[in-house]
């Protein structure tokens, strides 16, 4: 039998917040939860889901309560789900709080005994149900982080050929601005705080952190986000690479696949918006 070890992280906590799990391929995703609910100290009374496709509420998702017949069940052995090593998937805890982990595959090995499932490496910890009123207001929240402003410095040259290509297009002051900012806010805001060995600009073309970016942390996670500046957010992010690839710093192939991502999945992440925002005002009222 198959034995995993996954490490687990809340998203945009993945390298203060971890934990890394042991389970046996016999065990199921139900089982899954339970260990990572657990390592976190969190409660176990809410409705849950696993996505392997990265979206939230998905059809496809892995569901504790299947809205329909043949709608995959979280009942289904891990070994089931043929992962692979260094795959990701994603952990939807609490539909109400909305909180989200995401899974890394970091190794697949075979064992003759089934292994209880435990956690070997734990780092921070997160509160399920945070008192918001101890926050100190005298903490300075407008710092930047030095994540951030390395990124900034590393991604200057590659912002000045934007820039360059934007002006020379001839485009308005603000529109030139408009698409300035969401690119800076994608690689010094985002890419910075993701648990991946490479943060630069390429890692930002990749497949997973785009998905990532506007299926989840653009909607959850950006206070001013509607399914019409997503869009705007997208094409900023679109041309940016346009001109990497024009300019040789990624491949065209690349290109194309990221375009490919945006013409394909676009419309389902604006309508992951509208929902969201929808639900929202749903709460005001």
């Known amino acids: 039998m198959k034995q995993y070890t996954l490490k687990v992280y809340p998203q945009g906590e993945a390298r203060k ?14 089982r899954l939860c339970e260990v990572i609910l657990s390592a976190f100290d969190f409660s176990h009374e809410h409705m849950y889901e696993f996505s392997m496709s990265g979206r939230l509420y998905s059809d496809d998702n892995y569901s504790c309560d299947p809205e329909y017949k043949g709608q995959p069940s979280t009942d289904t052995k ?7 090593k260094g795959q990701r998937f994603l952990f939807h805890y609490d539909f109400g709080d909305d909180w989200v ?7 697949i090995h075979d064992e003759k005994i089934r292994a209880i499932a ?3 490496d734990a780092k921070g910890n997160v509160e399920q149900y945070p008192d918001y009123d101890e926050w100190d207001d005298e903490d300075d929240y407008d710092e930047e982080p030095e994540e951030a402003i390395e990124a900034r410095k590393e991604n200057k040259k590659y912002m000045d050929m934007f820039l360059k290509d934007l002006k020379a297009a001839g485009l308005s002051e603000k529109t030139i601005n408009n698409h300035f900012e969401n690119v800076d806010f994608y690689l010094t805001d985002y ?3 993701t648990d991946n060995d490479s943060t630069d600009m ?3 073309a990749e497949t997973f952190n785009l998905r990532d970016y506007f299926g989840y942390f653009y909607i959850h996670k950006c206070m001013w986000s509607t399914p019409n500046n997503l869009k705007t957010t997208g094409a900023s992010i679109k041309k940016f690479y ?12 690349k290109y194309k696949e990221l375009s490919d991502l945006f013409k394909e999945e676009m419309a389902d992440w604006q309508e992951e918006c509208r929902r969201f925002n929808d639900d929202d005002d749903d709460f005001f009222f």
């Open 17 to 30: 917040t971890y934990r890394v799990i042991e389970i046996s391929g016999n065990d199921t995703l139900d």
């Open 191 to 193: 890419l910075p705080f």
């Open 101 to 107: 982990f995401e899974i890394l595959v970091q190794d």
């Open 118 to 120: 435990h956690v070997t």
């Open 242 to 253: 346009k001109c990497m690839a024009d300019h040789g710093e990624i491949s065209k192939d």
């Open 78 to 84: 891990l070994d089931k789900l043929e992962l692979q």
């Open 202 to 204: 390429k890692a930002g």
